[in-house]
């Protein structure tokens, strides 16, 4: 059984229902449905579109939508366009088409936020600006790196706190939207601190659905730590990130922030190009290979692939080369970190931590979780047993929710008014899913409030 989940970006080349079954049934955990560069028609049919894949797969497929957030972007620009080193460019507020003189920007309030001697980055870094002089509306720059420009390309201007909301309107009908449709998680761009997943999470009102922060920005590293606390789970997301800061500290930042999650126990993801050259090749390069593999050594629940299987030619065969490097990096035993040194500050976390030392002093075949919630899920996986981690619920959303979580197992059961109840859906459940057989033992963990999420205050050894 894989333990790491892999995440796949869907997209023109992945949402057909022929794509998508044949992505669920190579292996995928978590379908990424991405509001940057789809409609709200396109994000509803590939929602449909993976619910029936899954279903016919019989497995628990979730459905992330990341929210495009405050991500700077220019205008439109005339087809064509180059910038030429030493020429200078405008960045305006005034909306009007651009050309190889200059361009509209989305922020209107750029000219107040930047300086002479700034550098502001177009197209991920692909061309480069300095700031010459700021005038009202207007910032004027002078060409460093030059090359092709194209309409609503991104703007970053690296060490510079943008005055942009961090949630915008689009992004609270999207999510809207997207809590009526019943997605299962929401990932949050270009989250600057802890406040901004404090909005979010405010928004869904009593309607909760797992926070993916995503780590691009570099305020956001200045916070990390309490980002990683509030939020549910974290992305590494180095696309966006390598722009806001660097390339060579990208790395760092990546180990800085899988530590950080590991020892609190929070789920964490690592993102972006980590086989970018199967857009167009039928096989990776081997220093991706070796990216993906150390993703794994250091920890993480998921990794992701985003243009690989939205736009690349080969979709599936680039989650099934993925899936492979995981389990091959999963085999050589050196991914096994160990438990998460969160410390243990309730009666949940005790239980959690009792159940990975019994299944580790006792061999047993499973971790049974039957939650409500999928807490208790999380924080046994989050000490990184041994032991296969299967998480019970009577809730087919939560069970959904858990597919990107290291090595949890999620699977539907019936409803239950009892512990002793409890208790033998539990076991039935390791034995329909395979983890264990007859004369084996597991550990089973719940709460005598059976009815209560978050009530998780025993664990059980049993015998099949």
Request: aromatic fraction near 2%; proline fraction near 5%; charged fraction near 20%.
């Amino acid at each position: 059984m894989r333990r790491t989940k892999i995440i796949a970006t869907i997209g023109p080349a992945s949402d057909g229902p022929e794509a998508l079954a044949a992505l669920v049934r190579a292996g995928l955990d978590v379908a990424r449905l991405n509001t940057a560069h789809a409609s709200r028609e396109t994000l509803e049919r590939q929602l449909r579109s993976v619910r029936a894949a899954a279903e016919a797969a019989g497995r628990h497929v979730a459905v992330m939508l990341d929210l495009g957030g405050a991500k700077v972007r220019l205008g439109e620009v005339a087809a064509g366009t180059v910038l030429t080193p030493g020429a200078g460019f405008e960045l305006r507020a005034d909306g009007e088409p651009g050309d190889e003189h200059g361009a509209s920007v989305g922020h209107p309030g750029l000219s107040e936020d930047v300086r002479p001697g700034d550098r502001v980055l177009l197209d991920d870094g692909r061309l480069e600006l300095r700031v010459t002089d700021v005038l009202p509306g207007l910032v004027r720059t002078v060409v460093e790196v030059g090359g092709p420009l194209s309409s609503r390309k991104g703007v970053n201007v690296p060490g510079v706190r943008l005055s942009v909301d961090g949630i915008t309107e689009r992004d609270l009908d999207t999510l809207a939207w997207a809590l009526d449709a019943g997605v299962d998680l929401v990932a949050q761009s270009f989250v600057r601190s802890a406040h901004d997943v404090a909005r979010l999470r405010g928004a869904m009102g009593e309607r909760r659905v797992p926070i993916v922060a995503k780590i691009e920005k570099h305020e956001a590293l200045e916070q990390l730590a309490q980002i990683v606390a509030t939020a549910d789970m974290v992305m590494v997301a180095r696309g966006d990130l390598g722009v806001e800061t660097s390339p060579e500290e990208v790395p760092v930042a990546q180990r800085r922030i899988v530590a950080e999650c590991h020892d609190t126990g929070t789920p964490v993801v690592v993102a972006t190009q980590m086989l970018e050259s199967m857009t167009s090749a039928p096989r990776p390069t081997r220093a991706e290979a070796s990216d993906v593999a150390n993703a794994i050594f250091d920890g993480v629940d998921a990794v992701m692939l985003s243009g690989e299987t939205a736009v690349g030619a080969h979709p599936v065969r680039v989650l099934e080369t993925m899936d492979r490097i995981v389990r091959a990096a999963e085999a050589t035993g050196i991914a096994d970190l160990g438990p998460s040194e969160s410390p243990v500050t309730d009666v949940a976390g005790a239980v959690s931590r009792a159940a990975c030392d019994l299944a580790g002093t006792l061999r047993l075949a499973a971790i049974v979780t039957v939650t409500q919630s999928g807490a208790t899920a999380r924080s046994v996986a989050a000490r990184r047993p041994l032991a296969p981690i299967l998480a019970a619920t009577p809730d087919a959303a939560v069970a959904r929710s858990l597919a990107g979580v290291w090595g949890v197992q999620p699977i539907v059961i019936d409803a239950y008014d009892t512990t002793d109840e409890l208790v033998s859906a539990a076991v039935r459940a390791a034995v329909l899913s395979g983890v264990a057989s007859a004369g084996e033992m597991v550990a089973v963990t719940g709460g005598v409030a059976v009815h209560v999420a978050g009530s998780t205050d025993f664990v059980q050894v049993c015998t099949v």
